[in-house]
């Protein structure tokens, strides 16, 4: 795809990570996440708690891929650093997620 600057616009071939993500929320629900949209949906509708630095940078993130100025890997950390703070369980090493997701937790907090 070609923008109307002539320069190639990150394309389809980078909407899917090269590893799920499989985060479980407080609720006992787990997901599995294979794109930035499918973060963003989570940061948004999923996530157990509001307003952390991480999230915010993860949802810039998300839109900014959205609008095809970042890659999808970039966003990927992102997100894992966004769970990282919230303390969310995350599996990011299984690519099939047969496996339980390790509960992550942020060191600096309690």
Known sequence: ?????????????????????????DT???L???SPQDALYALVSDWPI??????QRAIDFCRAWLAGRMPAETVRQAFILAALEAGV???????????TPSSVSNPGHK
């Open 89 to 99: 369980a995350i599996n990011d090493d299984d690519d099939d997620g047969n496996g």
């Open 32 to 34: 599995v996440l294979r």
């Open 50 to 55: 509001n307003g952390g630095v991480h999230q």
């Open 1 to 25: 795809m070609i923008s109307a600057s002539g320069a190639t616009a990150i394309s389809d071939h980078s909407a899917f990570w090269k590893k799920s993500i499989w985060i479980e929320l």
């Open 28 to 30: 006992g629900e787990r």
